[in-house]
Structure formats: structure tokens, C-alpha cells
């Protein structure tokens, strides 16, 4: 049960693109400002320029430099990212933890919650949102994590029954641990590969669900996003613009879902011996 | 007719006899037990008036207070109306006289004029003992032991007195002397006091009906014989009777911790006692009756400590525990047996709280864990689980693992558990080495994990300790090994211990008590060689003879 996650990983070809699409474009965003001559909130004297030497990627309508664009955006992706992952999976580790530890009665409530929040449909519920509190960046990771976290804690849950009645958590019990030590010392160390596959899915999900409400206009103003600028450069469409401004976002976008996507399928069939044994019988 | 109230007896200052009292009827005969040193011999001695140290307090015969008498008067009730057999047989009996002028020359000295008819009257007696006529003439040196001790037998009993002390009258013969002896000392004194000092506790057995356990100058336990030996009372009789091979046991032979030690303050047995208390160390406790039974324990002789009352659980349909009542007391094994699906282990889940029970209740040393698990319980019961590879998190080396309750309970600081850690791992016979306290349960052989288990169970010093098949996964080496330290544990902690297995021949070896269950149900319980020797239920009947198959 002890899992070099790297290493495993990194056993895959898949895992390996994951990993560095991933590293990219982290790297990018870490450096971005090095990387740009303007800020991108600048107006740089051109507008509608083409690509060049000096704009990489053009100017759009307000004279801004679309490349600074791209790399702030996924500054914000990134962020979001990390951020719903993170809170999402801690709820959802609380949560589902709790109710599995108490069970009786508490178990039913905080599941029954789970699943109203689960049928609750998500992007009207952050577009209303949305429209009373104009949110910032942190407002929306906290409403993304608090409509991701359920479906994280039934996985919590399951696996977390299952290892309450393993011998060890027993006997820690019989040392008079409370509920929060067993989970933190017990439960959640051995549901290590169950937590990196939610934090990456959800990662995932965060990041197109941050970029699709940009969008559609849900988002702070002040803050580049990948979302924001397929939205304005559509409006743009007939002057060309697309291909450089429509066409890095669009890209930059699916390449970071990809990148989150290889890295998990990479650890699930390298943690899930059904679908590792599979992948085998297809190399063979 | 003899009567000591008070009696203490000082050799040089230190008390060999502290505080004793004692009263005995006409016909009564009593036996007195207990370690060499514990002032068994001095009492006799006392007694019979001989004794050299300082003496006070009373002891009353026929309403004399013989401590105060003169020396002329002590010397006529001697051999007259107290009389002793000596200890040492060998050197009693004068060796240039024979036995038959011995014994008339202690006639004569208590008035008898005829040496003929003192001679007449030796023989006579000497016969009654099982000394006949052509023996009578021998000198000592011609006799076998257990004539030897005839004769001095003879000789106490000459001047036909009321009450006879017997110091070790049977300490160096054979068994089936030993057993002619006893029943002709019975057949004899009949109608007197007689007081029975010996260290073998089948001859007091065999031979009263009363018996008196002596600790460091004091009576720590006296009732009806078969009583005391059958449930002591008192730890000290209950180490006693451990320390004693008998035929009908079945445990291991165990001993007493520590050794006596004379100017103890408090009560004398404190610091060999698993059970005691702060009081134990202050006061001498005061002898009292209790159903029936004499005893000086400031704890009310051996306590209970886990009492469990009409336990029940129910998994949907199945009722795996059904009305459960069991008492466990300080010190001792106690084994569940049954087949799997007896509900044996869910009964250990229940005590330790990891299942709740429907109903019933669980006191520990009669304080009740109802529905909330007080804070403590867990320092004074652990568990021990049935596979220790499991048990034992994989993510944990061998010092985590071990410090893991410390941790939880928030014992000392770091530097302390780590030290506990090792104490308990050398109490184990484990290594507390570094390179063994970073090794991973996986690789550990079956029998370290299991010690790594116990010392991890043992670190917070319970009282109490589950073990549930503790050996099961083991080879029967480790398990012997494991199972000693277990009883040895036991001798030096008064760990009482709760032995969950489906073994009998193991239960038989380790357990003062079994406990049969059956479907949720105890269906039989007592002491572990009455069960097994005379087994009661059906169910136990079919377990014993399937396992002495």
C-alpha cells in the first residue's frame, strides 16, 4: 500500500505527457512575468495588431497584448485548480470521513445533504450566485468547492467504511483515539490513491468549469482568464483575430485538461490492478 | 481451650510475630500455612512456651495466660497439657536412649512413680503410633524416618495432652508415609487442639478442616480448608496455591514477586501485591470476617476487577452476544472458549467499545461504563488482536506503532515515551535497538509482531488485558514463548487477563478459570480444571472430548 506516486506515474507514457504539459505550463504561469513586455491590463499603442516579433500574439481590440493574456490566464487556472481541488477534497474528506466514523444518525444526514447538493444543477446555481455577489476569484473557488465536494464524499465514505473495520483503526481505537485522530492518522494516509484521483478529477473539472463561467461573463473583471478571452474573441471573429487570440486560448485550455487528464488515467491504472492488468494485455 | 489474642513474638527488636489472633476449640485442628520465615514455627514454639524472643500480648490455655506464668509452672504444662512435635526429626530423639525409654522418661517426668509402668505405657502409645513392640527397644539410628517420626509422635502425645503442635511432621517423607502419618496423627488427636505447621499444602489439605494462611508474622487469610484452597481470597494465598504443584491443576506453576522482606510498614504483603492501594502502604490491615473467611486485606481480598452484567448485542437477526455475565478478577486468567461464532469476540469488542452493546452494562473496578467510555478506561484495559500483522499499521514503524497510545493519551514528553517504548519492548524480550524500532511490520516474523502487539498493548500499564487468539497465526514455539510471557506478566503485574480462544489444551494450560460459550451464550464456567476435568454441559463435554482426541 505504500505508492511512489511519482513513480508510478511516471511508469506510463501517458502519465509522463501529463506530467509534462503539466510542468509546462505551470512553469509559464510561475514566470510569466519575465516572459511579457506588457502587463496585460497595459495598452500597448496597437490595436488588432497581428503576431509579431514584438506582440507574439497580436494586440486585441483595447490594445492589450494577448500573449500576456494567456500566460496571466493560466495564472487564474491554475490557481482555481489547485484551490477547488484542495477545499473540495478537504470537505469531501471531512465529510464523508465523519459519516462513516459516527455512522447512526449523523451518517444519514450527511449523506442525505450530499445528495441534495449532488441533483442541485451547478452552473445556475454559481450564475445566480454570481449575479448577487460578484465574485472574485477567492468567491469563486469557495463556490466551486462547495459544489464539488459531495460526490467526493460518498468515494470518502465507502472507502473510509471499509477501513474503519480494518484491525489497525480497531486497535487505535482501543487506545482511545477520537474520531479526527483515526482519520488523520489512519483513514485518510491509506486512502491516499482514492484522494489523488478526486483531487485531480476535480481539478479538471474546476478549470473548465472556471473558464466556461468566464465565458459566460461569471467572473471578476480584473482577472485574465482563458474563458474570458474565447468569449471576447469571438465577438471579434470576422477580423481573423481567432487564430491568434481564439485559437492560444482554446488550446492553452485543452492542453491543461489534458495534462490533469493523462496524469490521472496514469495513476487510476497504475493503482487499479483490473485496468493495469488490461492496459498489459493490450501492450501484449 | 487455647486462645491468642495480641500475640507478638520480637527477636532482637524486629517482630517475627505481629498481631495475631487466634482461638481454637476442644477437638479443633487447624493448619497453618506459609512461606518458611513467615513465624509459622515461632507461633508453635510460642505456644508451647519455648520460645527464646520477647513476647506480649496473651495466649490463654484452659484460662491461664501461659506468657505470664513462671517458668516452674510453664515447664509442668509442658508435654502435660501442650505438647509439640519438633521440625527437625533427626535431631529430636536422643541417640545413646531408645525410643521406648525416651518416651517413658517424659512419663515419669510428669508424675508417673513406676518405671515399669511408665515403661508399660511407652509401649503401649508407641504401638498406637505404628511403632510395634520390637521397634520399641531400637535407639534412634535403627529407625527409618518415618519411624522416627512415629516415635516422636509417641513422645508429644505421652502425657495424653490437650492441645499438640506439629511442626512439619511430615516436611521429609515419602508420599505414601506422609499419608499413613497424617491419618494416625488424625486418628489420635481426635480429641484435642492440634495445630498443623507445615509448608505442604496437600497435608493441610488432607489433614484439617481449618486452615490458616501466615504472611510475616500475621494470619492473612484462615477459613474451612477446602474453601481457602478451592477460591483464596487473599493474593498471598492465591500465590501460595499458584506456587503448588497438586494433581488436579492444570495451569502452569506460578510464583509470588519479590520475596519477604521483615519491617515492612503498612500491610506486610504491600510490596509484593499486584492489587495494592495507597492505604495498603500506611496501614496493617485488620483481620475480618467476610462470608465466612478471615482475611486482612485492606482491599477485601483479591478484587474485581472487570464485572460484566447481563451483555447483549444483536447483529440484525443474530443475537452474537446473549445476556453475558462474567467477573474478572486482579490477576487471572480467565479463558472463553467456543467455536467460532460463539460470539467470543464480539464480547471483546464490547467491553472494549468498538461495538456498543444493546444492553447491559460493563463496570471497571465499580466504576460503570455506561454509554460513555470514561476517560482512563483505556489506560487500564488493552487489547490484544488475533492477527498482529493487522493490527499494526503498515505505515508505522516499530516505535510509532509502540508509542501510538502514548501518543493518543498524551503520556510524558517525547524523550519519556521513547524510553517507556523501550521498556516495554525489553519487557517483550524485544530488541530496543534503533534499527529494530524503524522496522515496518512487514518485516517482522509473526512472533515480533505479536510481542510488538503486546508491548504496544502493555505501555500504558493496564490492568486488564483482551487477548483474542493472540496465538492463533503463530507456530506453537512462538506461541509457548508468547504464552509465558503472558503468565509472566502476569505473576509480576497482576495482570488479569482475558484469554479468547478456541483451544482447550491452550486454555487448559494458562487459565485459573474457563468460560464455555454457545451461540452468544456462557454456557458453562468455573475453574479451569473442574471444567475440563468434570465437565458439565454437553457442549463442554463435546469440546473436551473432541480436543483429547
Known sequence: MHVNYWREINRSGFGRAGLALLFIITALAAVAPLLVRHSPGDYTGHIFHPPSALFWLGTNDVGQDIWAHLLYGARTSLAVAFGVSVLSVSLSVLAGGLAALCGGRADRLIMRMVDVLIIIPPVIVIILAAAYLRPDLLLLIA??????????????????????????????GTFGAGRFYLLRRHIIPDM?????????????RAVFMEAGLSFLGVSDPSVCSWGKMMQHALKFSYLEVWKWWLLPAGAALSLTMAGLMYTGYALESALNPRIKREAGNVKD | ??????????????????????????????????????????????????????????????????????????RKLRGKTVAMVFQNVENSLHPLYTVRDQVAESIMAHGEKSRGAALARAVEILGATGLPDRWAGAYPHQLSGGQKQRALIALALANDPEVVILDEPTA???????REIISLIKGLTGDKTTIMITHDISTAASFSGRLAVMYAGGIVEEGLAGDVLASPRHPYTRGLLRSYPDMFTTKDLQGIPGRAAPGVPGCPFHPRCTQRIAVCEKEKPVPAVSGGRLLACHRGGIAPLLVVEGLSKRFDSVRAVDGVNLTLYEGETLALVGESGSGKTTLAKLIMGIHRA????????????????????HRRVQMIFQNPGESISHRMNVLEAVREPLDIQGVGDAKERTSIVKKALNEVELSGDEDF????????????????????????????????????????SVQAKILRLLLSLQEARG???????????????????????????????????????????????????????
Open chain 2, 358 to 377: 444493546d444492553s447491559g452494562a460493563v463496570t471497571l473496578e465499580g466504576e460503570r461504563l455506561a454509554d460513555v467510555r470514561r476517560a482512563g478506561f
Open chain 2, 495 to 549: 495482570l488479569a487477563i482475558i484469554l479468547i480462544t478456541h483451544d482447550i489444551a491452550l486454555a487448559r494450560k494458562v487459565s485459573d478459570r474457563m468460560a464455555v460459550m454457545l451461540e452468544g451464550r456462557i454456557v458453562e464456567e468455573g475453574l479451569t480444571s473442574a471444567v475440563i476435568n468434570s465437565p458439565g454441559h454437553q457442549y463442554t463435554k463435546s469440546l473436551v472430548g473432541t480436543s483429547s482426541e
Open chain 2, 172 to 178: 521429609s517423607l515419602d508420599v505414601a508415609t506422609k
Open chain 2, 437 to 476: 524500532l524503524r522496522k515496518h511490520p512487514h518485516l517482522l516474523s509473526g512472533g515480533e509482531a505479536q510481542r510488538v502487539a503486546i508491548a504496544r498493548a502493555l505501555v500504558l500499564n493496564p490492568k486488564v488485558l483482551i487477548a483474542d487468539e493472540p496465538t492463533s497465526a503463530l507456530d506453537a
Open chain 1, 143 to 172: 463556490l466551486l468547492a462547495a459544489i464539488m465536494w459531495p460526490g467526493g464524499a460518498r468515494v470518502v465514505r465507502a472507502q473510509a467504511l471499509s477501513l474503519k473495520g480494518r484491525m489497525h483503526v480497531e486497535a487505535a
Open chain 2, 1 to 74: 481451650m487455647l486462645r491468642i489474642e495480641g500475640l507478638r513474638v520480637a527477636y532482637g527488636g524486629m517482630d517475627v510475630i505481629s498481631g495475631l489472633d487466634l482461638t481454637l476449640g476442644r477437638g479443633e485442628a487447624l493448619s497453618v500455612i506459609g512461606e518458611s520465615g513467615a513465624g509459622k514455627t515461632t507461633l508453635g514454639l510460642s505456644v508451647v512456651g519455648l520460645v527464646e524472643g520477647r513476647c506480649s500480648g496473651k495466649i490463654m490455655i484452659k484460662d491461664m495466660n501461659i506468657l505470664e506464668a513462671p517458668g516452674e509452672v510453664r
Open chain 1, 192 to 204: 491516499g490513491p482514492v484522494l489523488a484521483a478526486v483531487l485531480i478529477q476535480n481539478a479538471r
